[in-house]
């Protein structure tokens, strides 16, 4: 039973290139979730997938951001021409359908832009 | 807007209790989450509350008043290992959304 997986664990880019995130959610967990942590601050929703809906974008803060699903599984987060303040740790959670399920998060990629 | 606050820090002496205050103003409200968080991992999950009234697991109760926005997580016997931050999020839509984190609340146990 594995749990929720994020690679890589640490990225280290420079300002203008562009990062893939990958996350491997819980096997059979339909909802797919990413966050992202700076320093001092909350969790802040970036995006969300469930089953095979569209993806609630709402919370990406700039077009250079996106991410996808493939087969209901894996997930990418792209971040293109990366900046300073992009530097966040990243986290991936799933859970199954059901309002008072748990989220279960990966350990996070940590993105430096240097 | 959406706004949850908790105390950014607190302290407390190993074996005695702890409260940890959470209010939230949220344009919906749909369940009150607590995580725990150490430093360097991910968050993993401790309570769900969506009606009123306290919800015991163990050594950690978690407490909601739904008319107040208010929520409070409660350690009892704490331990060294329960330093770590206390997440406080709500789901403000239907179904599983995604949560709505406070900043966090970083608990140091000393002996």
């Known amino acids: 039973g594995a749990g929720v997986s994020q690679s890589p664990s640490n990225k280290v880019t420079e300002k203008g290139k562009d990062v893939e995130l990958r996350c491997d959610p819980i096997?059979?967990?339909?909802?797919l979730y990413w966050y992202r942590q700076s320093l001092g601050q909350g969790l802040e929703f970036l995006i969300y997938f469930q089953g095979n809906s569209a993806p609630d974008k709402s919370g990406l803060p700039s077009d250079r951001f996106s991410a996808e699903r493939t087969g209901g599984s894996v997930s990418t987060l792209t971040i293109q021409r990366t900046q300073q303040e992009d530097s966040a740790v990243y986290l991936c959670?799933?859970?199954?359908?059901?309002?008072?399920?748990?989220?279960?998060f990966g350990p996070g990629t940590r993105l430096t832009v240097l | 807007g959406q706004n949850i606050d908790q105390p950014t820090e607190m302290t407390a002496t190993e074996g005695a209790i702890v409260q940890i205050n959470c209010t939230y103003q949220t344009s919906g409200f749909n369940g009150l989450f607590w995580y725990q968080q150490h430093a360097g991992e991910a968050p993993t999950f401790l309570s769900y509350n969506v009606l009123d009234g306290l919800e015991e697991k163990g050594r950690f109760s978690s407490f909601l008043s739904r008319s107040k926005g208010y929520s409070y997580l409660l350690l009892k016997e704490l331990q060294m290992k329960d330093s770590a931050s206390y997440l406080c999020a709500v789901r403000d839509r239907g179904g599983n959304t995604p949560l709505v984190f406070g900043k966090g609340t970083r608990l140091s146990v000393i002996a």
């Open positions: 959670a799933s859970s199954l359908v059901g309002g008072g399920n748990e989220q279960f």
């Open positions: 096997s059979g967990h339909t909802a």
